[in-house]
């Protein structure tokens, strides 16, 4: 059974930097593409970045320039480096599969505010 583990989420004023970090384990991970999610209440969960196998990124519009996903195969560990942070990027931050057929970790709180 895989386990997702999602970290690194804090408070931040807008123009900061956070790095998520999400442990996966119990699975081959290197064989799936990975993806980070944001989830605001009241909203459907969303795909903001993913990442194939060999390490290419895709992003949406809203994010891409700012932030970047990466992934160390031999860690199990999916990373997302988010810069020049906005408020409208507050959400609780998941890693999954991409597109998602694990079972959804706790994520990470990210709050972008002065």
């Known amino acids: 059974q895989v386990q997702l583990v999602e970290s690194g989420g804090d408070l931040v004023e807008p123009g900061g930097s956070l790095r998520l970090s999400c442990a996966a384990s119990?699975?081959?991970?290197?064989?799936?593409?990975m993806g980070w999610y944001r989830q605001v209440p009241g909203k459907e969960r969303e795909l903001v970045a993913d990442v194939s196998v060999g390490g290419s990124g895709n992003y949406v519009d809203s994010v891409r320039g700012r932030f970047t996903i990466s992934r160390d195969n031999d860690k199990k560990t999916v990373y997302l480096q988010m810069n020049s942070l906005r408020p409208e990027d507050t959400a609780v931050y998941y890693c999954?599969?991409?597109?998602?057929?694990?079972?959804w970790g706790r994520g990470t709180q990210v709050t972008v505010s002065s």
């Open positions: 999954n599969r991409s597109p998602p057929s694990a079972p």
């Open positions: 119990g699975a081959i991970f290197g064989l799936y593409h």
